[in-house]
């Protein structure tokens, strides 16, 4: 891991000022960009903050709100957390920044019960860890086969509970995520009333083949979240999230065979998306990410095609492998 982090430091460090110094003489902007979120209206910076496993590996909680703090500062306006990143640590340490920064901050958490009398109790937990008495989003947290679709949707469980909670004003917006089943995610579009979803959109084209939880281990596959499951977001406008935009690492690197990451934030951008969700484990990260967001342009889609086509070939078989049964808590 560090040296995956190592990596990206390297990569960014070389690029970093000259975006950002001719992107500011050339706009005289030093804000990050805002897109509307779907059907919600409502307008959130284009890069939010992951405070998922990225977010713990500041292993302390002053120096996760030091980081958060910056983040804020330098102009993200949407915070991502779960209660399952760490099973209320990531929820407890935003709730210190959000304490005395709730205003104009969007924030989102997510819940990975599957039936409605957890859901009901972690909620109530999270919302206490939180300090505030209104999220403005909540999410089925990592949606993965259909028999997991079927819990989430079955009579009073996970659903039910969150279409309560957004008609009582505990939540402004419900949404689900998956990095696991384009298929799956898609499924639970079309069937339900949410406002919001995330699923992984990366340039290599990461997602399961055959939406019955097994592989077909062919890299020259194709089926991902950006063929199968953003469409069907897309047709319902829905406010639509971006994760795994780096592969969690795996895709950084030197070589033909992987991407820099600015690169690859621009190309998640690029995708009809409102926001990008980015875990940035060091300040510096913070730093380069805010400076791409406020740099970004959209990338040529011949561009576009040929970037994607080169990170499937050569990453799409191991990112569906080590995502099939990943938890990032």
């Known amino acids: 891991m560090a040296d995956r982090l190592s990596r990206r430091t390297f990569l960014g460090e070389t690029a970093l000022a000259g ?8 706009t005289g902007s030093n804000a990050i960009p805002t897109r509307t979120l779907g059907k919600t209206g409502v307008k959130v910076t284009i890069l939010a903050m992951g405070c998922g496993s990225r977010l713990l590996m500041y292993e302390k909680e002053d120096a996760a709100v030091e980081a958060l703090n910056l983040a804020l500062d330098l102009g993200v306006g949407y915070l991502d957390t779960a209660y399952g990143y760490g099973n209320g640590k990531s929820e407890t340490w ?17 819940i990975n019960a599957r039936t409605g009398d957890d859901t009901k109790r972690i909620l109530e937990g999270s919302m206490k860890r939180l300090q505030t008495d209104q999220v403005d989003l909540i999410h089925v947290h990592s949606l993965t086969s259909m ?3 079927a819990k989430v949707e079955a009579k009073g469980s996970v659903l039910d509970v969150l279409y309560s909670l957004r008609d009582q004003k505990v939540t ?7 990095h696991t089943d384009p298929t799956v995610l898609k499924t639970a579009i079309e069937r339900h009333d949410i406002n919001c979803v995330q699923m992984a959109l990366n340039a290599a084209l990461q997602g399961m083949a055959d939406g019955k939880g097994k592989m077909i281990l062919n890299p020259a596959m194709k089926t991902s979240f950006e063929q199968v499951a953003l469409p069907a977001a897309q ?3 829905l406010g639509i999230l971006a994760m795994k935009v780096m ?6 690197g030197p070589g033909a065979a992987k991407g820099d990451p600015a690169k690859l934030l621009q190309y998640t951008l690029s995708l009809p998306v409102t926001a990008a969700v980015v875990g940035m484990p060091k300040p510096e990260f913070i730093r380069q990410n805010v400076a791409w967001a406020k740099a970004f342009k959209p990338m040529p889609k011949a561009e576009m095609k040929e970037f994607s086509r080169r990170m499937a070939d050569a990453n799409k078989m191991a990112l569906d492998l080590r995502f099939r049964n990943h938890i990032d808590a």
């Open 19 to 26: 975006v950002a110094a001719a992107f500011a003489a050339e």
């Open 94 to 110: 935003v709730g210190q920044v959000m304490k005395t920064r709730r205003k104009g901050v969007f924030l989102a958490t997510k």
């Open 147 to 149: 028999e997991d679709l």
């Open 172 to 178: 402004r917006f419900i949404g689900m995520t998956s």
């Open 235 to 237: 047709k319902k406008n």
């Open 247 to 252: 592969g969690q690492e795996e895709l950084l």
